[in-house]
């Protein structure tokens, strides 16, 4: 399937890379830069208890029994660090199309795959390193000298090697994958149990949530499983005179508030570097743009999927939903809109155009997050017996990606209105003003047509 994904997607990527297109000369650098820091996501991953998921009968009767935790847990660990460098490749190659389109090879694409899938397994590695050190207690001076080798080392590689997809630069990155693996191995064994355990509920619920498409409730199933706070934990919110629809979302956020602001200053960081380092004329920055507008809108959305995952409390409503769901749109918005705007004002001083731009992608972002988290999880039952069977799959995909195609719809036209408008004409303005508006109803569309 990584095989066929790899030969297949850059055509997709190529159609989108023709309405979004970039003469980026500086990509091999950002590449670079990202290949080599990759492996803090592991070690972020690591922290938060990650990246290992079994299932509860594997630690039942596997981790059970009196053997080698080490040997039991290695075939799991091997599983799951392939897939995840077999998308990181794919995507590697998905964004040198966007990158360049004209000059696409599939030689280069290989050598740019390989890069990240390598990097992508030693970032795994120090993840499992960093599990057994900080949660397990196991060689915890070892290990996190071990972390912090393998997490310079593609840094040093870079300054030496120059680029990594040369022959140097490959084979060093080689190396550091076996290292690693090295270092994994040895941790396997001081991997808690009990942590295992905690997150294994999530494995069946994630299953669930991916068979129905509903990829939101993937990630909350997955933040969930780390950041659920303990049972009978209560906190008493003191700003109880707020605006109802933020304080739902300070509520829903209250026991995990660290973990939130932490999320949302890196949606805000990449957000403000794509905006100040990051050439605003070139699709593929566009496109960065979007995806962290979407993880910022994602992030301050739970107040909305909160209430649209719950559709019989309408009961409750007495001036219906639609004015509970505009005010937790438009808290959502609002909050998204706040932080884009602190961190791209000072954007103004250079093109009033361009911070138009950006500040209306941030906008659709926060628009097309509200989406998803209206839809909610589907129901299958209705769909089947709505539609049929053979109609649920398209409906499923459609609801999927509802949102993030309005967010990529939206940044298109902006591209070529605000940031590179000697491109195209035509009425784009126009175009911006009626995508978002149709998201803005999908958004607000009244919960009692789902108890119907």
């Known amino acids: 399937m990584a095989a066929m994904m790899w030969i297949f997607l850059p055509f997709w990527a190529s159609g989108l890379a023709e309405v979004l297109p970039s003469d980026w000369e500086e990509f091999d650098r950002w590449f670079d830069i990202a290949a080599s820091g990759v492996g803090f996501l592991g070690a972020w991953s690591g922290i938060r208890g990650g990246p290992l998921m079994l299932t509860r009968s594997a630690i039942v009767h596997e981790l059970g029994a009196p053997v080698s935790k080490r040997m039991l847990l290695l075939p799991w660990l091997a599983r799951q660090a ?63 000298a071990s972390a912090a080798i393998l997490l310079a080392a593609p840094v040093v590689l870079l300054v030496v090697a120059g680029s990594f997809p040369t022959a140097a630069g490959m084979t060093g990155l080689a190396l550091l994958a076996v290292a690693s693996s090295g270092v994994a191995f040895y941790a396997l064994e001081g991997v ?37 706070p303990a049972y009978g934990v209560r906190r008493l919110l003191v700003l109880r005179r707020l605006p109802r629809a933020l304080w739902r979302h300070i509520a829903g956020v209250q026991h995990t508030w660290q973990w939130h602001v932490v999320r949302l200053v890196a949606a805000a960081t990449l957000l403000g570097l794509l905006t100040w380092s990051g050439a605003t004329s070139q699709g593929m920055v566009a496109l960065g743009l979007a995806a962290a507008s979407l993880l ?50 000072g954007k103004l001083t250079g093109s009033v155009t361009t911070t138009t731009g950006i500040f209306l992608i941030a906008v659709a972002g926060a628009i097309g997050a509200s989406i998803q988290a209206r839809l909610g999880s589907p129901d299958l039952a209705k769909m089947i017996s709505t539609f049929g069977v053979e109609q649920v799959s398209a409906i499923l995909w459609l609801r999927a ?15 070529h209105q605000f940031l590179r408008p000697d491109q195209v ?18 958004a607000t569309s009244p919960l009692e047509k789902e108890t119907r």
């Open 82 to 144: 392939v897939a995840w460098a077999l998308v990181a490749g794919v995507l590697a190659t998905v964004a040198l199309v966007l990158a360049d389109r004209d000059a696409f090879t599939y030689s280069d694409a290989l050598a740019v795959s390989l890069v990240a899938l390598l990097a992508t397994l030693s970032s795994i590695n120090v993840a499992v390193a960093l599990l057994a050190a900080l949660r397990g207690g196991f060689a915890t001076k070892p290990l996190l």
């Open 296 to 345: 910022l809108g994602l992030e301050v959305t739970g107040a909305l999927a909160a209430t649209a995952d719950q559709p019989t409390f309408v009961v409750h409503y007495p001036h219906g939903s639609r004015r509970v769901l505009i005010g937790q749109t438009t808290t959502t918005i609002a909050i998204a809109s706040a932080i884009a705007g602190v961190v791209i004002v």
């Open 401 to 415: 990606l509802l949102g993030p195609l309005l967010v990529i719809a939206t940044t298109v036209l902006v591209f």
């Open 425 to 442: 004409e035509g009425p784009f303005g126009a175009g911006i003003a009626i995508v978002l508006f149709a998201g803005l109803l999908v």
């Open 192 to 228: 808690p149990v009990p942590l295992l355990w905690k997150r294994a509920w999530a494995v069946e619920a994630v299953r669930s949530s991916t068979q129905s498409l509903d990829f939101q409730r993937v990630l909350l199933d997955l933040r969930n499983a780390t950041e659920r």
